[in-house]
């Protein structure tokens, strides 16, 4: 079993910054990769970015492309995503995920452990 545990969510204004942190326990972290995705409400769960396990290999959605970043710390389990340039637009739930494989993937199928998510609120 893995838990994983969103934190760092909030209401922000247009043009601020945030940083997700996704704590993760249980099974081996590091040899995953692990993913962010987000639900704004009426909208179906959207990929956000993922990471590799070794981090050399990262992987966003266009409309975060530039403005967000991901990153891991396998030392502490933790996985992470500064979020710069919020736009309203960029209000939402945001889940961490951990991938079912070590690669990169948009897919959700391909994650197998799920958070319960942080709400990130953008005001105009």
């Known amino acids: 079993q893995v838990q994983l545990v969103e934190s760092g969510g909030g209401l922000v204004q247009a043009g601020g910054s945030l940083r997700l942190s996704c704590a993760a326990s249980g099974r081996t972290f590091s040899s995953y990769a692990m993913g962010w995705f987000r639900q704004a409400p009426g909208k179906e769960r959207a990929f956000v970015a993922a990471?590799?396990?070794?981090?050399?290999?990262?992987y966003y959605a266009d409309s975060v492309k530039g403005r967000f970043t991901i990153s891991r710390d396998n030392a502490k389990n933790t996985v992470y995503l500064q979020m710069n340039s919020l736009k309203p637009e960029d209000t939402a739930v945001y889940y961490c995920a951990k991938g079912a494989y070590s690669s990169v993937s948009r897919n959700p199928g391909d994650y197998d452990y799920w958070g319960r998510g942080t709400q990130v609120t953008v005001s105009s």
């Open positions: 990471i590799s396990w070794t981090s050399r290999s990262t």
